[in-house]
């Protein structure tokens, strides 16, 4: 099984914002740290899933058993829901379950903050790079 931690961050709301990404599985791990630009935290968080689903199928993992851990019970909620109130979020949700769709067994599960330290790290890390760039 391969296991997918991730994050989305943004300093201010809007502001410079990342993607926090931590797989695990067959015995190896993956960080990715991916800035995202200027964008509210919910934003980040749609685009953490997004990237991290595209990383997944990049690598293969399609036919593997792939299971999403997210502390943005926003995100969680949505995918499990395939709907979202604020229309602002549609067209990424709507991306993201194009996605989903290209996954033989695809698991999505709400965990606390605590257990998502990683992929926070990561995201805060994609953040820094932003502003990095931007100088």
Known sequence: MIEVYIDGA??????????GIFIK??????????????????EAEYYAFIKALEI????????SVVSFRTDSELVNKAVEKEFVKNKIYAPLLEKALELTAQFD????????????KAADELARLA???????EE
Do not use: D, Q, V
């Open 10 to 19: 943004s300093a201010g709301n809007p502001g410079p914002s990342g993607a």
């Open 25 to 42: 599985g067959n015995g190896t791990a993956e960080k990715f740290s991916i800035p995202l630009g200027m964008m509210s935290n919910h």
């Open 56 to 63: 997944c199928l990049e690598k293969g993992y399609a036919h």
């Open 105 to 116: 067994l695809f698991f999505m599960k709400w965990i606390p903050s605590i257990e998502n």
């Open 127 to 133: 953040i820094r790079k932003n502003r990095l760039e």
